[in-house]
C-alpha cells in the first residue's frame, strides 16, 4: 500500500473561530446528510471539538475499500484579510 501527501492553504475574509465552526464542528452534522451515499457516520472518538479531538468518519459499505487509513490535519490561523486555512496530510 502506498502513502499519498498533499498540503494545501487558502485564504478567506471570514475569521478563523467562524471558519473552525463551519468547517469543523458543523461538518460532522452536515456531511452524512449531504452526502448519505457515500457518508453513513461522523463521530467523535476522541474529545468533543476542541484542539486535538478525533472524529471517525465511517463510509458506506463497499466504498473505498483500497484505503485503510486517512489522517488529516488542518490548521486555522488569522490572516491581513480575515482567516487562512491550511489544510495538510503529514
Known amino acids: 500500500m502506498g502513502v499519498f501527501a498533499f498540503s494545501d492553504e487558502f485564504t478567506s475574509p471570514v475569521p478563523p473561530a467562524r ?20 457518508i453513513k457516520s461522523v463521530d467523535f472518538t476522541q474529545g ?9 468518519i465511517s463510509f458506506q459499505d463497499g466504498l473505498l475499500d483500497k484505503m485503510e487509513t486517512i489522517v488529516y490535519v488542518v490548521q486555522f490561523v488569522p490572516g491581513p484579510d480575515g482567516g487562512r486555512v491550511f489544510d495538510s496530510v503529514p
Do not use: H, T
Request: glycine residues 10%; charged residues 15%.
Open 19 to 38: 471558519l473552525f465552526k463551519a468547517l469543523i464542528l458543523d461538518f460532522g452534522n452536515l456531511l452524512p446528510k449531504l452526502l448519505p451515499q457515500f
Open 48 to 56: 468533543n471539538g476542541e484542539a486535538g479531538s478525533i472524529r471517525q
